[in-house]
Nanobody
Framework: QVQPVESGGGLVQPGKSLRLSCSVT????????WGWYRQAPGKRRELVAE????????YPTKAIGDRFDISRDTTKKTVNLQITNLKAEDTAIYYC???????WGQGTQVTVAS
């Protein structure tokens, strides 16, 4: 069973950048599609970004794609999410997951406030 471990969250000011990281223990890391999701208070968990085994990136909206960048390191078995120009509406718990697995870590809290 794949168990992601997210890190890198924190309290940041609007307009700043943040890099989240997800460490995964699995033998077939490079063969899978990985995703970052987020869940804001009182809202449903939503997809932020995906990266597949070919390195192809998917973002659900252009607005997200303009500020979010998902990447992976197949040697370190990490999935990263770079967020730029942070906004208050980005405040949420961010989760990394093996897409389709329903395996979720504890998430990492991102709070954007001045």
């Amino acid at each position: 069973q794949v168990q992601p471990v997210e890190s890198g969250g924190g309290l940041v000011q609007p307009g700043k950048s943040l890099r989240l990281s997800c460490s995964v223990t699995t033998n077939n890391f490079a063969d899978y599609t990985w995703g970052w999701y987020r869940q804001a208070p009182g809202k449903r968990r939503e997809l932020v970004a995906e990266i597949n085994k070919h390195g192809y990136r998917y973002y659900p909206t252009k607005a997200i794609g303009d500020r979010f960048d998902i990447s992976r390191d197949t040697t370190k078995k990490t999935v990263n999410l770079q967020i730029t120009n942070l906004k208050a509406e980005d405040t949420a718990i961010y989760y990394c997951t093996l897409v389709g697995s329903n395996n979720w870590g504890q998430g990492t809290q991102v709070t954007v406030a001045s």
